[in-house]
């Protein structure tokens, strides 16, 4: 499976972005998609997953009620909504997805991805 993350971009505190994640190969139905980013000097972190099967999410606190996962199964695609950003919200934005089942206690965890995006940019500014 190879990854294409866009939609990345600059924006004002309080504006909104839709970042997709295009997959090529097939996604099984088992699979989680997940939406993770890093800041300058800092690790990578859990925004948001879904499980492909059944459309179950998963968020960080620090996005809850601002962002907004999703998927379109016959495109073979991810997006995530990002309402009202802010500052704190700069990073380079990476999608994942398992390479087959993750159960609730690890979905937000960075090893349980398999498949990797290269990054897209999104800076929020004030």
């Known amino acids: 499976v190879q990854l294409v993350e866009s939609g990345g971009g600059l924006t004002q505190a309080g504006g909104s972005l839709r970042l997709s994640c295009a997959a090529s190969?097939?996604?099984?139905?088992?699979?989680?998609m997940g939406w993770f980013r890093q800041a300058p000097g800092k690790e990578r972190e859990f925004v948001a997953a879904?499980?492909?099967?059944?459309?179950?999410?998963y968020y960080a606190d620090s996005v809850n009620g601002r962002f907004t996962i999703s998927r379109d199964n016959a495109k073979n695609t991810g997006y995530l909504q990002m309402n009202n950003l802010e500052r704190e919200d700069t990073a380079v934005y990476y999608c994942?997805?398992?390479?087959?089942?993750?159960?609730?206690?690890?979905?937000?965890?960075?090893?349980?991805?398999?498949?990797w995006g290269q990054g897209t940019l999104v800076t929020v500014s004030s």
């Open positions: 994942a997805t398992s390479s087959g089942y993750l159960s609730s206690y690890v979905i937000r965890t960075v090893s349980s991805y398999y498949y």
């Open positions: 190969g097939r996604i099984g139905s088992s699979y989680v």
């Open positions: 879904i499980k492909w099967s059944d459309s179950s999410t």
